[in-house]
């Protein structure tokens, strides 16, 4: 089965506020990212948090770890159309080999 | 944040020739670079990972002689796709971390066609 695994789409008014949610397998992951990725384009660093952590916040995003649960999500408050994009959840082990999710699919309408 | 540049960002090439595509750090040396591939709306897979100056480790199921990895310098590595085929067509993205860093960061990606 998946390492990482994500649901495919969210759709979101613009404006209100997205949460994105992942799961993983491997309690030995030291580091879990989000990444974006726009059409066409490579990924973009959102925001990552040490696995030691419940909690980071950076302007718009939030990041819960439940570690007990292997669960990790990335809120965006206020959500604009340039959002519009595919997250990416990834975990590494300290060996900066990235596990990836299939990547969820944020639609953002007016 | 460090700068990955990846070239070509697109190649289209005819099916039996080779192919290469460069990942090149800019501004940081790279001692790790990793190479990934991602299927139309599929997750990122990685490919292999190479150290400045030693052979590449390949992930299971990854062709090594049919994907050469150089990583002869700490700011360049480059994939070939030898005698490429159209199953070979994909986005190929390489990342790419110093020892100080706590995060790889990625080039654009190359997206191949083979016809």
């Known amino acids: 089965g998946e390492d990482v695994e994500q649901s495919l789409f969210l759709s979101v008014r613009e404006g209100d506020s997205s949460v994105i949610n992942c799961t993983y397998t491997?309690?030995?992951?030291?580091?879990l990212y989000w990444y974006k990725q726009e059409p066409g384009a490579g990924l973009q660093l959102l925001t990552y948090i040490f696995s030691n952590m419940d909690m980071k916040q950076d302007q718009r995003l939030t990041v819960l770890l439940n570690k007990k649960d292997k669960h990790l999500s990335l809120r965006i408050a206020d959500t604009q159309t340039g959002d519009s994009a595919i997250y990416f959840c990834?975990?590494?082990?300290?060996?900066?080999?990235?596990?990836f999710g299939a990547g969820t699919t944020v639609t953002v309408r007016a | 944040g460090a700068v990955v540049s990846q070239h070509p960002s697109r190649v289209i090439c005819k099916s039996g020739t080779s192919v290469k595509i460069e990942c090149r750090s800019l501004d940081f040396q790279a001692t790790t670079m990793f190479w990934y591939r991602q299927f139309p709306k599929q997750s990122l897979m990685l490919m292999a990972t190479s150290n400045e100056g030693s052979k590449a480790t390949y992930e299971q199921g990854v062709e090594k002689d049919k994907f050469l990895i150089n990583h002869a310098s700490l700011t360049l590595s480059t994939l070939t796709v030898t005698s490429a085929h159209p199953e070979d067509s994909s986005f190929y993205i390489c990342?790419?971390?110093?020892?100080?860093?706590?995060?790889?960061?990625f080039g654009q990606g190359t997206r191949l066609t083979v016809v």
């Open positions: 990342s790419a971390r110093s020892l100080v860093n706590t995060e790889a960061f």
């Open positions: 990834a975990e590494t082990k300290g060996d900066y080999k990235l596990s």
């Open positions: 491997d309690s030995s992951s030291t580091y």
